[in-house]
């Protein structure tokens, strides 16, 4: 397993994750006015919804790294190893943004958490279609399009976009968890042709 | 020993809805050494994938004795038995020889310091003990292929699936390769894809030529040879009788 | 190879259906607001939307390079020169740009409605020179680190390169990145130095685009310390173009002809309000003769000037727009009245009394209706000024100038109370 774990370049993975949690620590709750399509022209957004990126690349990065060929026509459960890997991604970003919330008195940063969660889980999705670029471009693109659309003409953020919900909304949270889980669901398949499991 | 290794049971796969390139293959790859020839674009490497599970057949099935990666309680056990060398060697970044070689064998199920001392050996088997410790990603083209050979000796399969194994390699590595197929066990099957179709009769006992998704010859060596014209040079029957039964000549 | 092929192969196919919708969206909505056929201010809109453009841009081109990298075009021994091999990669992106900015600019056309002449020459060329910038830092860091990473991370970047500087406490910069302002007002011109700041910016990150993409081996370091030192040297530039500016760009006042109508009192318009002066003269002949019985007397000219334009004694600046009403037209020119007043917030926090009193007082001594001044200044604009309308006219005017002197001194004035609207 030491091997399975070297492959995978753990210090990328833990470089995504430090760049993350210093980010959302240096960041905190610091509010930004940025372009929006809805009414006013422009929203104010948290700078923090931006920074779930850095994890979602490192992991990104991290399950890319290996021997492709050799790991569909193993004999053991890399798809499992994976799996729990990123699951375990999942909870440091989750523990790093509460801690980052804590230390910067910024409530709203424990929300990065529940976004780094939604985000792979997207780019985790996307990536077992279209590949690990396409996944890092969607979620991404999916930030920039919050702050275009995901706001409604009263700084409301609407609920589909997720990541600017309060922290502590059960439909964000909800949807975040779902998406991680499908992400984690999908773990394992390969763009380059199918494979059994 | 079985007279056939890798099975395929009407099996058909294509790589986009509207495009098959396999189309209800119904063959089983003889035991023993066999070479797998076919024009580019014929399937070979498809083919391959699909007896290593690397991919999943549309409709049909893939067995090898009593066991098919189709079921779940098989699945392990067939991949254990069975050893795939693609054309593209993955370079695994920050892995040396010896690690990368050793990985594969912990895939397949090795423990981890069985693995580390079969790789040793592997790559011994094919002269790169020298380089063991320096990164995959180091090596020249000729190098990652032995590396990849290695990796599927390794953990000691049933049958031996080589895509294109000697391509970069230079004459002497070449031999050095045929010793090593030379040196396996008897049970072992080994069914190796190549453009090199010089001393065929020396080097393996059977002879399969794929052309369009479709199994135009299967047969022992002398069999093959037989397709050669009668004024073909003696160094060329090989590739006179590849040209005979792929220009159109229906296997038997 | 065919720019057919070029573009079909690239990444530019998906990247440019969402970025076209979004810039229809924006210029649309934006050139319903421009002063009809004022190109320059419209300008503007296609310059805003490089907040979207540019980073689509960049990343396409990241891609591209990752495109090359993973091909080994370097490896390949191309007979070609190397900015062939480039240029033919960042074609297609260079085409999306391209047509983002056409379709941006015909999209505000057909919003204005009209126009009276060309599109701002300058701006043109910021734009140009500012998404050749961005297209090459996407280049080079497509080439440079991992495809996975490139495109999402100048994607991002980039975004917040153009969307973020408004909302630094460092006003300048702002006006580096060649996302204009829109809004410009029709007196106004387009400050040169706010697009040649950003363009000169640009041309330094493009410059050591161009030197890192050409160069390869060890070289590639050699000029990659010499685009830092570009980049350094166009920065240095544009910032010292735009040191001391605020929020906003200086306003520079129009120089061309007005159009102007009618004498004593001339009354002169930019040449896209002309359509508005039949209003205005009719307007100044019911409300200047009252104003002057009131013991206002009536100016020589009244002007539609530039708030960087200083008027003289003898003329009165006046607010135009193209919707004017007759109603509106009579309220601007009483309220014209009113001379600049100098900008006492700006040095104190105490209160400095307010205008308002004085421009409704204006209003009425010039026969608005009391509808208008309702609609213009809240239902307690007229209570508030019952007690000084109700005194003798010289008592009013006599309250008017005293008022006026206090404004003008920065005095607190508790004459003049604030009028809640």
Known sequence: MTLWLKARRPAVLAAGILVFAALSTAVGGRLVGLPSLSGTGTTTVPLLLFVPLAVCAGLLLCLDSGAQAAEITGARHIATYDRCLTALTGATAVGSAALAAVLRDAPVAVAAGRNALFLMGLALCVRAAWGSGVGMLVAAGWVVMVTLVGYDAYRTPRVWAVLGLAPGDVAGIALAGCCFAAGLGVLGRSTAGRRLR | MSAESVCFEGCSFGYRRNRTVIEALDFGFPAGRSVFLGPNGAGKSTVLGLAASALQPRSGSVRLGELSPRRGRDLKAYRQKVAWMPQQIDCVPGLTAREQVAYVGWLKGMSRAEAWSRAVDALRRVELEDHQDRKVSELSGGQKRRVGVAQSLVHGAEVLLLDEPTAGMDPRQRRVFHEVLGALPEEVSVVLSTHDVADLDEIYDNVVVLNAGTIRFSGPVKQFLAHASADAAPGRRAESAYDSIVGGVPAC | ?421
């Open chain 3, 1 to 421: 190879m065919l720019i057919r092929t070029m573009v079909r192969t690239s990444s530019v196919p998906w990247a440019a259906g969402p970025l076209f919708l979004l810039v229809w969206y924006m210029s649309d909505d934006l050139g319903r607001r421009v002063v009809p056929a004022y190109w320059e201010s419209a300008s503007s809109i296609p310059a805003y939307c490089l907040f979207a453009i540019a980073p689509v841009c960049a990343a396409c081109a990241a891609w591209e390079a990752g495109r090359l990298k993973r091909g080994g075009v370097a490896q390949l021994g191309a007979a070609r020169a190397q900015v062939m091999v480039v240029a033919q990669a960042l074609a297609p992106v260079a085409l999306l740009g391209l047509a983002a900015v056409t379709g941006s600019f015909l999209t505000v056309r057909v919003s204005m409605g009209s126009a009276l002449d060309w599109p701002s020459v300058s701006v043109i060329g910021m734009i140009t020179v500012v998404l050749a910038a961005h297209m090459l830092l996407g280049f080079v860091v497509g080439y440079a680190l991992p495809r996975l990473l490139a495109p999402a991370l100048i994607l991002v970047l980039d975004y917040l390169w153009m969307t973020l500087p408004p909302t630094f406490d460092t006003m300048w910069v702002r006006h580096l990145t060649g996302h204009l302002e829109t809004g410009l007002p029709v007196t106004d011109r387009i400050n040169p130095d706010s697009v040649i700041a950003p363009a000169v910016v640009a041309a330094g990150i493009a410059a050591a685009g161009l030197l890192v993409a050409l160069t390869s081996g060890r070289r590639r370091m050699a000029a990659a310390l010499a685009g830092v030192l570009g980049i350094g040297l166009g920065g240095l530039a544009g910032q010292h173009l735009v040191a001391d500016w605020g929020p906003s760009a200086p306003a520079l006042a129009r120089t061309d002809q007005p159009a102007c109508a009618g004498k004593k009192p001339e009354i002169c318009v930019p040449r896209e309000l002309a359509s508005v002066l039949p209003e205005l003269e009719g307007a100044s002949a019911a409300v200047l003769p009252r104003l002057a019985d009131a013991g206002i007397p009536a100016p020589q000219r009244l002007s539609t000037a530039s708030t960087a334009t200083r008027v003289g004694p003898e003329t009165w600046r006046v607010y135009a727009s193209p919707y004017l009403t007759e109603d509106d037209a009579r309220a601007e020119i009483a309220e014209a009245a009113l001379p600049d007043l100098p900008d006492c917030l700006a040095h104190t926090d105490a209160y400095v009394g307010d205008p308002l009193p004085l421009r409704v007082w204006l209003l009425l001594a010039g026969g608005v209706p009391d509808d208008v001044v309702t609609e213009h200044y809240g239902p307690d604009a007229l209570p508030a000024m019952a007690g000084v309308r109700a005194q003798s006219e010289e008592k009013q005017l006599d309250w008017f100038r005293r008022n006026l002197n206090l404004l003008k001194q920065c005095e607190p004035s508790p004459e003049t109370q604030a009028i809640v609207r």
